[in-house]
């Protein structure tokens, strides 16, 4: 389902020289089953009030520091746009 919806929003940034994000990819190694140190998402029974199956702060911290290293890079290399 999340590679199904990365794909479906990856296609069209790129037909539109969008930088797209891959957030999926980020969480590969801490998914729920995890120790609870290592996990960037809360399972589908959460131990506390948080949305389940969406990033904890663990993963909302690796979401802010892809964001951020993209952004230093198109800063450095922008994209050129149509002609």
């Known amino acids: 389902m999340v590679d199904h ?4 929003l990856r296609t069209p940034a790129l037909q539109h020289d969008a930088t797209f994000l891959d957030t999926h990819s980020l969480g590969v190694g801490h998914d729920s089953c995890t120790a609870p140190a290592d996990r960037y998402t809360v399972g589908l029974v ?3 009030i948080v949305t ?3 990033p904890d702060a663990g993963g909302s911290k ?9 952004i230093r890079t198109y800063e450095h290399h ?3 746009g149509p002609a």
């Open 5 to 8: 919806l990365s794909a479906a």
């Open 46 to 48: 959460p131990t506390r």
């Open 52 to 54: 389940p199956l969406h």
């Open 62 to 70: 690796a979401v802010g520091r892809s964001l951020a290293d993209a």
């Open 78 to 80: 922008p994209n050129p």
